[in-house]
């Protein structure tokens, strides 16, 4: 009796022994099946590997001529399609410097910005600063005014939730005493600003900010985390006709693609610049694709503002076109 039972114990464990392994390969024949298919679907989806933003200088036609206020920047960007805004701080001058309480016309407007982008989902990426004096000047005390101009901005970009403000680098032509400058605005106002956790980005604008070797150098030197730049690939104008920063002829232009590949290992943004597109949609003035393949290369996964600056389309057109082409741009890598 003992050995009958013993018996069937042994042959009951063979069939659940047995079972159970069928059961197992199932599952995973199962799981790879899923495995397969998901890398399919990823692979499918082809999204690029940046994020698109708006930079609001696209609109700065309409804006200047009247016919966009530009408390409304969250509601247009949207309306194109956009997740993600760059502010540009000038536009707004006109809504609390010549008020009766300018302080609170300034907080008034930063929390209407605000209500708008929350209102329209947005996400709000950088405020570009300019008018708020020079952070390479020559002059301690000027040089001084603005870091202390710029912290006003720094500020707002916290209340905002933006991760950064980009600044300018104009200063002297004398490229030693440029970058010492340089050095010294930067480090001040990026000590300042690493206490409200907001980053400080250089953009290549003009006279030797546009010079790409020099921007590495002086990023080398400041040296903190939250000190970067936004290369934009359009703006490497080393001189003008009759020496103006702006509104003249390019007579001397730093090479596109190397100062790109020269100040995208710090980046933090970046902006398309864009100016003229032919009939197959490409842009006429810049290989698109060519900067794009160094971004991507750089590792970089950030924001990509779209920045259409042209004078043949309509601002909206030129968005949209921009938009278009970095879109498509980005499938090819």
């Given at each position: ?45 082809n ?5 698109l ?25 949207k ?79 916290k209340?905002?939730?933006c ?60 040296d ?19 020496g ?38 490409k842009?006429?003035?810049?290989d698109i ?22 004078t ?12 278009e ?9």
């Open positions: 009796m003992n050995k009958k039972l013993s018996r069937f114990r042994i042959l009951i464990l063979g069939v659940i022994v047995f079972n159970l392994l069928l059961l197992s390969c199932k599952n995973k024949e199962a799981e790879n099946k899923d495995d397969s298919s998901a890398a399919i679907d990823s692979t499918e989806s999204e690029p590997f940046f994020k933003s708006l930079a609001q200088w696209s609109l700065e036609k309409p804006i200047h001529e009247g016919e966009l206020d530009p408390v409304d920047f969250a509601e247009k960007a309306e194109l399609g956009f997740n993600g805004i760059e502010y540009v701080n000038q536009l707004y001058f006109d809504k609390y410097r010549n008020s009766e309480d300018p302080e609170a016309a300034f907080s008034q407007l930063l929390d209407t910005l605000k209500a708008k982008s929350e209102e329209f989902d947005v996400k709000n990426v950088l405020i570009m600063v300019d008018g708020e004096g020079d952070l390479a000047a020559n002059d301690d005390t000027e040089r001084a005014d603005a870091v202390e101009k710029h912290k006003r901005w720094v500020d707002a970009a209340f905002l939730g991760h950064a403000i980009r600044v300018n680098l104009f200063g002297s032509n004398n490229e030693a005493e440029w970058k010492s400058n340089a050095v010294k605005g930067l480090t001040e106002i990026s000590n300042y600003a690493s206490t409200q956790k907001i980053n400080v980005l250089v953009e290549n604008h003009g006279g030797l900010s546009s010079n790409g070797k020099l921007i590495a150098e002086v990023m080398e030197e400041v903190l985390p939250n000190c970067g730049t936004l290369p934009d690939f359009g703006n490497f104008c080393l001189k003008r006709k009759d103006k920063m702006w509104g003249t002829e390019c007579i001397e232009e730093y090479p596109v693609y190397q100062g790109v590949e020269e100040m995208i290992p710090f980046a933090k943004a970046v902006s398309a610049k864009t100016y003229e597109f032919d009939e197959n949609g842009e006429t003035t810049l694709g060519r900067i794009l393949k160094i971004v991507k290369d750089s590792g970089y996964k950030g924001w990509i503002g779209v920045e259409y600056e042209g043949g389309l309509e601002p909206e057109e030129g968005i949209l076109k921009t938009k082409l970095l879109l498509n741009e980005a499938k090819q890598l």
